[in-house]
């Protein structure tokens, strides 16, 4: 069962959701409806239980490294062949 979602500081939870997940773009998506809209408590819900997350903050919290395959002749000088995704909480 998901936790309650903490929603004391409504401000924090408003600027979380509108850096990290994009209302227009998850909504065509069909994640967010357009009833959503600024209802930041129904969006962080229905990332949690899309992403099987006990908290909205959980995204992002763990660094990812992955391969990125480029075009042939348009690789990076300075990539390397494993990309690292920092968790955005370093």
Not at 11 to 32: D, H, I, S, Y
Not at 34 to 50: L, P, S, V
Request: glycine letters at 8%.
């Amino acid at each position: 069962m998901m936790k309650k979602i903490d929603t004391s500081d409504e401000g924090v939870l408003k600027r979380f959701m509108q850096e990290f997940f994009p209302f227009n773009e998850f909504m065509k998506a069909g994640l967010f409806t357009k009833e959503m809209k600024g209802d930041y408590n129904a969006q962080a819900k229905r990332i949690c239980t899309f992403f099987g997350y006990e908290t909205v903050y959980e995204y992002g919290a763990k660094t990812t490294s992955a391969h990125i395959s480029y075009q042939k002749g348009y690789w990076p000088k300075d990539q390397g062949f494993m990309t690292v995704f920092p968790s955005i909480y370093e």
